[in-house]
């Protein structure tokens, strides 16, 4: 069973950074990309940054510049490296694999479980 596990939210200053990581267990046949959205309680899940399994990116262009993604293939883990956090930056953040659990599969979309970043002073 695959499993998605963020961690490294939690509460920094404006100004300040986070590292949030986000390891993929389980057993699967192929990754296509992986991905880091946020939504805000009442808002709808918005998309931060998306990495291919051959590094290429892109990201949410209100926060380039200040959020980097990068991926460690042989850990299965993705990165999103937040600096010059803003108070807008509060929000629930969401990793997400779009992956084939065998060969011939369809693509499937498999979601964290959401660590929470709040800047605040």
């Known amino acids: 069973q695959v499993?998605?596990?963020?961690?490294?939210?939690?509460?920094?200053?404006?100004?300040?950074?986070?590292?949030?990581?986000?390891?993929?267990?389980g057993i699967f046949f192929s990754m296509?990309?992986?991905?880091?959205?946020?939504?805000?309680?009442?808002?709808?899940?918005?998309?931060?940054?998306?990495?291919?399994?051959?590094?290429?990116?892109?990201?949410?262009d209100s926060v380039e510049g200040r959020f980097t993604i990068s991926t460690d293939n042989a850990k299965n883990t993705v990165y999103l490296q937040m600096n010059s956090l803003k108070p807008e930056d509060t929000a629930v953040y969401y990793c997400a694999a779009?992956?084939?659990i065998r060969a011939g599969d369809f693509t499937y979309q498999y979601w964290g479980q959401g660590t929470q970043v709040t800047v605040s002073s």
């Open 3 to 25: 499993q998605l596990v963020e961690s490294g939210g939690g509460l920094v200053q404006p100004g300040g950074s986070l590292r949030l990581s986000c390891a993929v267990s």
């Open 32 to 60: 296509d990309d992986m991905g880091w959205y946020r939504q805000v309680l009442g808002k709808q899940r918005e998309f931060i940054a998306r990495i291919t399994s051959d590094g290429r990116a892109n990201i949410k």
């Open 98 to 100: 779009n992956l084939k």
